[in-house]
T-cell receptor, first 111, second 121 residues
């Protein structure tokens, strides 16, 4: 069993839709959770960095962490074609520690 | 803030030669840099962690004599792929963790470079 599971997609949605991306993990020792966006042939870009269970909002993006279920989500509101990319979840056991990545979900937002 | 560059962005080399990839933090000092490898449609796999002025720590299964890492300063780390073979062809990405807090951050986030596409023929 992988430490972090993420559906690779691809996921295709129409412009303006709400997108829900999810990851599950097996080790309850993970404490810090991140979402990265990666455009084709580019390095990952940090979108959200969270610690505790609950929601964190930044513009059109909301990150949600449910430690009891070992489940994290990223919601994108009013999705745009420019949001088309691969979204990777990542987590670590300690602050600033080694990151364990999910496989990434490929998202396509159609105009 | 928190910009990381990599050079070269793309390199093609012949089997048996060595290739050096540079990773620089442009607007912050990085005490720790990380090197990842990514295969097409696959996740990032951590290869090694390097701290400025000390030896790199390699992940299990990564040959330290093949992938030489040097972190000579707070803004520069290099990865040298020695005696490259076609199976070393991959997308290599570095990340840097800031020394202290970059504006608007907790100080523990990793910032990634744009990656280097290595093709060994």
């Amino acid at each position: 069993q992988k430490e972090v599971e993420q559906d690779p997609g691809p996921l295709s949605v129409p412009e303006g839709a709400i997108v829900s991306l999810n990851c599950t993990y097996s080790n309850s020792a993970f404490q810090y959770f991140m979402w990265y966006r990666q455009y084709s042939r580019k390095g990952p870009e940090l979108l959200m960095y969270t610690y505790s269970s609950g929601n964190k909002e930044d513009g059109r993006f909301t990150a949600q962490v449910d430690k009891s279920s070992k489940y994290i989500s990223l919601f994108i509101r009013d999705s745009q074609p420019s949001d088309s990319a691969t979204y990777l979840c990542a987590m670590s056991y300690n602050q600033g520690g080694k990151l364990i990545f999910g496989q990434g979900t490929e998202l396509s937002v159609k105009p | 803030g928190a910009v990381v560059s990599q050079h070269p962005s793309r390199v093609i080399c012949k089997s048996g030669t060595s290739v050096k990839i540079e990773c620089r933090s442009l607007d912050f000092q990085a005490t720790t840099m990380f090197w990842y490898r990514q295969f097409p449609k696959k996740s990032l796999m951590l290869m090694a962690t390097s701290n400025e002025g000390s030896k790199a720590t390699y992940e299990q299964g990564v040959e330290k004599d093949k992938f030489l890492i040097n972190h000579a300063s707070l803004t520069l780390s290099t990865l040298t792929v020695t005696s490259a073979h076609p199976e070393d062809s991959s997308f290599y990405i570095c990340s840097a963790r800031a020394r202290g807090v970059v504006s608007g951050t907790s100080g523990y986030e990793q910032y990634f470079g744009p990656g280097t596409r290595l093709t060994v023929t």
